[in-house]
Every structure is written in structure tokens, then in C-alpha cells.
Nanobody, 114 residues
């Protein structure tokens, strides 16, 4: 079992920045991928950024150059630095970890005003 707790969402104006955090606990030794997805109202959940097995990263095309995923292994925490935010980035952001099974955080709301 893996538990994920997100923090850092909020309301910012377009062009602003936010940093999301996701702290993992439990069977963290079994995690082989970890990152962020988001779901906007009426849309499917989509990948935002992900550390994959081996340490490489995947980003959605829509966030490349604006968002950066990073991690602190000493804190078992993954971060998502979001810059140059746009109204279309408004969504609930979910932390995800794959550890044989997939695990999701509770989600954190990010709202970008125009």
C-alpha cells in the first residue's frame, strides 16, 4: 500500500506560478513511477508529468517548457513547479504512483483566473 498526500493548489492569475507537492508513504520501495495527472471539468484525466522507471521524465506537450517535475528522495516527495500558468491549466491535479498497483492522491484544485 502506498499513501499519497498532495498540497500546494490554489487560485492564481494567469501568468503566475504554483508549486505542488506530493508526499508518499507506505511501501515506497515498490514505487517504479510517480508523477502528476490532472482532470478538468467534463474532461478525461490526463498525464501532466511523470518520472518513469529508470528516472526519465514524460511531460504533456501542453506543459512542456512551463512545468517542471522534481523529487526529493530524502523526503519521498515529488514536486510540480508550474510557471506561466494559463486558464486552461485549471483542473484538479492528482498525484499518482505505480507500485504494482496504481495509487492516487486525493487531488488538489488549481484554478487560474484570466
Amino acid at each position: 500500500q502506498v499513501q499519497l498526500v498532495e498540497s500546494g493548489g490554489g487560485l492564481v492569475q494567469a501568468g503566475g506560478s504554483l508549486r505542488l507537492s506530493c508526499a508518499a508513504s507506505g511501501s515506497i520501495f515498490s514505487i517504479n513511477a510517480m508523477g502528476w495527472y490532472r482532470q478538468a471539468p467534463g474532461k478525461q484525466r490526463e498525464l501532466v508529468a511523470l518520472f518513469t522507471n529508470g528516472g526519465s521524465t514524460n511531460y504533456a506537450d501542453s506543459v512542456k517548457g512551463r512545468f517542471t517535475i522534481s523529487r526529493d528522495n530524502t523526503k519521498n516527495t515529488v514536486y510540480l513547479q508550474m510557471n506561466s500558468l494559463k486558464p486552461e491549466d485549471t483542473a484538479v491535479y492528482y498525484c499518482y504512483a505505480n507500485a504494482i498497483l496504481g495509487y492516487w492522491g486525493q487531488g488538489t484544485q488549481v484554478t487560474i483566473s484570466s
